[in-house]
Each structure stands twice: as C-alpha cells, then as structure tokens.
C-alpha cells in the first residue's frame, strides 16, 4: 500500500498539468459563446431593420452585413466544435493517465498522442477564432462605411 502512495501522488502532479490546461479551454469556450450570443442578437436586429428601411443602398448593405454575419456564425461554430474537442483530448490524456496507473498498463505513447492532438485542436481553434475576429473587424468596417 505504501508503495501506491507516491505513484498516486505523482499521478496527481502529472494530472494536474492538464486539468489547467482544461480550465484554460473552459474561459476560451466561454469567450466564443458570447461571442456567438452577440452575433446572433446583431443578425435578429438586421433583420427586423431591413424591414423598416426605405434606402435601397442600406437595405442591400444591410443584407450584406447578415451575410457576413451568418458566415462569422459558422466560423465560431467551428472555433467552439474544435476547442471542445481539444477539451474531450485532454479529458481523455487524464483518465489515460489513472486509468493506466490503476491497470499498470504502459499508456505513454497514447497519453501523447491524445496530447498533441489535443494542441493541433486548440491550435485549429484559436486560427478560427482569428478569422471570425477579422470577420468581425470587416463588419464593422463595413457598417461604419454605410451610417
């Protein structure tokens, strides 16, 4: 029994490296659903503007902006989709990691796996994450133009 004690305890250590990085994903994740949040709220506002317009000219950029819009809906959409599933990675690289210890079964090489594809997740995600920024940026370019 003493013997598990100090594997346990470096268990813990090598655990907690991920379980931060984890936390980090979470507050990345909540950062882009309000994002999501915000953007869906400015297409409802467009839509329901479009209706009480009168210029052409602002009624067709206007419908412009709900392009662009949708399309940043589908990049955060896909931001989200790859940062949750760098965050099932890393879920995953922990219960490896006990779940190796408890059956004494060598996990290494699939720990490691799991962990780099979970930084090829999270690195695909904050590109997209980049791009919907940029979107963003070209939106309110474009509005500023028009008003």
Same mark, same amino acid.
């Not at 882009?32 to 009168?54: C, K």
């Given at each position: &029994?003493?013997?598990?004690?100090? %594997? ?8 907690? =490296? ?9 507050? @990345?994740?909540? $950062? &882009? ?6 953007? %869906? ?6 839509? /329901? ?9 602002? #009624?067709?950029?206007?419908? !412009?902006?709900?392009?662009?819009? +949708?399309? /940043?809906? !589908?990049?955060?959409? +896909? ?9 099932? &990675?890393?879920?995953? #690289?922990?219960? =490896?990691? @006990?779940?190796? %210890?408890? +059956?004494? #079964?060598?996990?290494?090489?699939? $720990? #490691? =796996?799991? @962990? ?5 997740? *999270?690195? %695909?995600? *904050? *590109? $997209? @994450?980049?791009?919907? $920024? !940029? *979107?963003?940026? !070209?939106?309110?370019? &474009? ?5």
């Amino acid at each position: &029994m003493n013997a598990l004690i100090p %594997s346990l305890s470096q268990l813990i250590e090598f655990a907690v =490296a991920p379980v931060f990085l984890l936390t980090g994903i979470a507050g @990345f994740l909540n $950062v &882009m659903s309000s994002r999501l949040g915000r953007i %869906s709220d400015r297409v409802r506002v467009a839509e /329901r503007q479009i209706h009480t317009l009168s210029d052409p000219h602002i #009624v067709e950029s206007s419908k !412009k902006e709900i392009k662009i819009l +949708w399309r /940043r809906v !589908k990049v955060i959409n +896909w931001a989200i989709g790859l940062c949750v599933a760098s965050g099932l &990675m890393v879920c995953t #690289v922990i219960m =490896a990691l @006990f779940a190796g %210890s408890l +059956w004494l #079964v060598d996990l290494k090489t699939p $720990v #490691v =796996a799991l @962990f780099i594809l979970a930084m090829a997740f *999270l690195i %695909s995600a *904050l *590109l $997209v @994450f980049l791009l919907e $920024v !940029k *979107l963003a940026t !070209k939106t309110i370019n &474009m509005v500023r133009t028009i008003r």
